[in-house]
């Protein structure tokens, strides 16, 4: 079964600094979709970054990127120039391609802090 | 255009009631999916439905059941409430493929006393 492990439950950046969030997973699909979703404390689930397995190239959303390492299976978050309204729980998730077992599996997550 | 509308946003219940969610996905997607998110156990997998029907069940009880209706709307039922299902319920909408994330709701808070 596939999993999905973020072994750092609580982070804190200064504002302005960059962080990285780490993820990996355990899958044995060629083909698959990682996300990076922020949950602030409003509840809303927010998409931030999408990587499909296929594409070599990280993706990259304005302050924020991804270190996609497939062999490793591991798929880090990078926010640049930190702000306080970054300040959230961030899930890696992942999502196997389509069929019977179609969902999407989330990580326990990563509280993130930002310092002033 | 509208999101994921999911009401309502907070409920208290009794334990051995049962309890209807409803979730509105926004226009165009088809798949609606549930989650259940407490702070011990994090995002759990409900059910998901695509064209009224269920697609795909996480290991969840039998007390817990869904449908959806040819609008895409859907609801989650919870029957025999226990203690431990004081959780956020999530409603989560797509397009169908797995290349799209999904869209959330802002989630129904249930606290069963």
């Known amino acids: 079964a596939q999993t999905v492990t973020q072994s750092q439950p609580e982070m804190s950046v200064q504002e302005a600094e960059t962080v990285t969030l780490s993820c990996t997973y355990d899958t044995s699909e060629s083909d698959y979709y990682l996300f990076w979703y922020k949950q602030p404390p409003s509840r809303q689930m927010i998409l931030v970054i999408r990587q499909e397995a296929y594409k070599q190239q990280n993706a990259t959303e304005n302050r924020f990127s991804v270190n996609f390492q497939k062999a490793a299976k591991s798929f880090s978050l990078k926010i640049s120039d930190s702000q306080l309204g970054d300040a959230a729980m961030y899930f890696c998730a992942y999502r196997a391609p389509g069929g019977r077992d179609d969902k999407i599996i989330f990580g326990k997550g990563t509280r993130l802090h930002i310092l002033p | 255009k509208a999101g994921v509308t999911q009401t309502p946003r907070y409920l208290i219940k009794t334990r051995g009631q049962q309890v209807t969610l409803s979730c509105s996905p926004i226009?165009?997607?088809?798949?609606v999916s549930w989650y259940q998110q407490t702070p011990g156990q994090g995002l759990q997998f409900l059910f998901e439905?695509?064209?009224?029907?269920?697609?795909n069940k996480g290991n969840f009880p039998g007390r817990f059941s869904g449908r959806q209706f040819s609008n895409s709307r859907s609801e989650m039922n919870v029957s025999t409430l226990e203690l431990g299902d004081s959780a956020l319920y999530l409603c989560?909408?797509?397009?169908?493929?797995?290349?799209?994330?999904?869209?959330f709701g802002s989630g129904t808070r249930l606290t069963v006393v």
């Open positions: 989560a909408s797509s397009f169908a493929g797995p290349s799209y994330g999904y869209t």
């Open positions: 226009s165009g997607h088809r798949s």
């Open positions: 439905y695509f064209s009224e029907t269920q697609r």
